[in-house]
């Protein structure tokens, strides 16, 4: 697991291989929770339901998971600097908790995003050109 940190903003999480057992691996003030879990044959995981909450977010955040092929992720802070370059494949993810994030595909690609809703159409580009690290 690599932290990604814009100053001192937790921009988001790559996560390359999964620990054993169940993982959390943001911590409970985040609108989306990334948890891994890792079990051995035989392991039975307690069935539940979730009680409903009020729950108010202000961010997106998303879940992008590489499932063929590899993409190259552009990380920009909030003040839309881009500051970092990260590349995930196959098995890999990045769950972006803050900022922005732009994608170059670098082989033919299958990934899944996830992201709290609902849905909205609030996006607010950013110029690829303007910002070089």
Do not use: W
Not at 48 to 75: A, M, N, S, Y
Not at 79 to 86: E, P, R, S, T, Y
Not at 99 to 113: L, R
Not at 122 to 128: A, G, R
């Amino acid at each position: 697991m690599e932290k990604i940190f814009y100053k001192n903003a937790l921009i988001g999480i790559k996560l390359s291989a999964m620990p054993r057992g169940s993982v959390s691996h943001t911590d409970g003030k985040q609108s989306l929770e990334l948890l891994t879990l890792k079990h051995p044959k035989g392991t039975y995981l307690k069935a539940h339901v979730h009680i409903p909450r009020k729950r108010i977010t202000r961010h997106l955040q998303e879940c992008f998971i590489v499932r063929k092929g590899k993409v190259r992720v552009d990380l920009y802070g909030p003040d839309k600097n881009l500051f970092k370059h990260i590349y995930l494949k196959a098995g890999e993810l990045f769950i972006a908790l803050t900022g922005g994030h732009g994608f170059h595909v670098m082989e033919d690609v299958e990934m899944i995003e996830l992201k709290n809703g609902p849905f909205k159409d609030d996006k607010d580009f950013i110029e690829e050109t303007k910002n070089q690290i």
